[in-house]
């Protein structure tokens, strides 16, 4: 099978490849919803949205999923596995982790009893957590 860029997994649907396992792992988990659909549609509204969330505790760079294990907390940075580049061949490189998105983990890896870190794709989630449970 020829890769192409519409073939290759989307960060969108690796996490929902995990969000799967998950339930049927029956492992307690969570999606910070942390986007401001508005920004797309109307600027003035995205402005005021994003501003209402702040003030209630929006934080920039917070992780993707946050997985509930017995002894730890892990907060899971999902990134897209690979990308295709303009050549027609897959990357060896992984998608930009944010200056925010490191700072949150960063700051998460402070506790003792949470655990943050960048999962490039659903098979490295799971492994991962996977690696938690043992």
């Known amino acids: 099978m020829t890769i192409t ?48 969330a702040k003030s209630m505790g929006k934080v920039k760079g917070t992780s993707d999923l946050v997985v509930m294990l017995p002894n730890r907390i892990l907060f899971i940075e999902l990134k897209r596995a690979r990308k295709l580049l303009k050549s027609g061949k897959l990357s060896v490189s992984h998608t930009k982790v944010s200056d925010e998105q490191k700072s949150f983990l960063r700051g998460v890896n402070g506790f003792d009893y949470a655990e ?19």
């Open 5 to 52: 860029k519409s073939n290759l997994p989307t960060e969108e649907q690796e996490q929902q490849k995990l969000i799967q396992w998950l339930k049927i792992k029956k492992i307690f988990h969570f999606a910070p919803m942390n986007e401001n659909k508005q920004s797309f549609s109307n600027r003035g509204v995205a402005v005021r949205v994003e501003a209402k």
């Open 116 to 134: 943050g870190c960048v999962a490039y794709g659903c098979r490295e989630a799971i492994e991962t957590i996977e690696g938690y449970l043992r």
